[in-house]
């Protein structure tokens, strides 16, 4: 794997071609450049490389820069001491946002989904939605979840269901671990894939390999028994009854 690092301290540019070359040993650093300028000066006249590492603050300026200067047809992943950039990170289509220091374990991991080609969803349609406005319909790669100093990079394949307590939303992953998103059910529930994903009432979108089974309950409705267990009883509502039969049919 070829890989450019945008980076202006010498010590984090060793660090990271030392820790690179420990968990890959067939990567190769083709440059390293320091400034805004000399990574656009780079970018145009050099072949692409497999992945790039960008620090945000550079000598010359933050590395956002870059994308309105020269066309970068290759994934990056931003290696920065603050978190306050996350947004605009992920509005270019960055695979990763890694806090520094960098930990080799989370370092592999950013290696690893750029091999995937894996790009997480664009956030910048939601940040610009109107208040009130239908919500845009963006298909979700990846979710960017922030819980106290960490990110996290969650696959739909990894989601068993969503649901709203207390008015906040919570994503529990295969493995029964909640954690908080954003945004509402209502956003939620047209972004994901409706092949995969349904809404059951106002305070549950499921997934299909969650539904661990059915039962009767009353008049139309239907109990859901979901893996990893649902602490509510998981009511199908009366009036998404008839759709959720269809959705189980396939139709």
């Keep these: ?9 010498a010590a984090a540019v060793a660090r990271m071609r030392k820790m690179l070359v420990e968990i890959d040993p067939t990567v190769t650093v083709v440059a390293d ?5 000399e990574a656009v000066e780079w970018i145009t006249s050099n072949p692409a490389p497999d992945l790039a590492f960008f620090d945000v603050q550079l000598a010359d300026g933050e590395s ?15 290696a920065t001491a603050f978190d306050a950039y996350a947004l605009q990170a992920f509005r270019v289509n960055a695979v990763d946002y890694l806090l520094k220091p960098l930990k080799k374990a989370e370092l592999a991991q950013a290696l690893l989904r750029a091999q995937k080609n894996g790009v997480v969803r664009d956030h910048s349609a ?3 939605a109107t208040p009130g406005g239908a919500p845009p319909a963006v298909p979700v790669k990846r979710f960017l979840i922030r819980y106290g100093d960490h990110f996290k990079l969650v696959e739909p394949a990894q989601i068993a269901y969503i649901h709203s307590l207390q008015k906040n939303t ?12 954003e945004e509402s059910l209502d956003r939620l ?8 994903f349904i809404r059951l009432n106002r305070q549950l979108i499921v997934e299909l390999r969650s539904i661990k089974e059915l039962l009767a309950y009353s008049k139309s409705r239907v109990k859901v028994v979901l893996d990893p267990p649902y602490g509510e009883d998981a009511i199908v509502s009366s009036e998404r009854s008839a759709e959720f039969k269809r959705w189980l049919a396939g139709e």
Excluded: H, N, S, Y
């Design 33 to 37: 450049v320091p400034t805004v300028k």
């Design 64 to 78: 956002f820069a870059i994308f309105k200067a020269v066309d970068v047809a290759f994934p990056v992943v931003f």
């Design 189 to 196: 529930e047209k972004q994901l894939d409706p092949a995969r």
């Design 170 to 181: 919570f994503l529990r992953t295969r493995e029964g671990r909640d954690l908080p998103l």
């Design 1 to 9: 794997m070829r890989i450019l690092i945008v980076e202006d301290e």
């Design 126 to 128: 939601l940040a610009t």
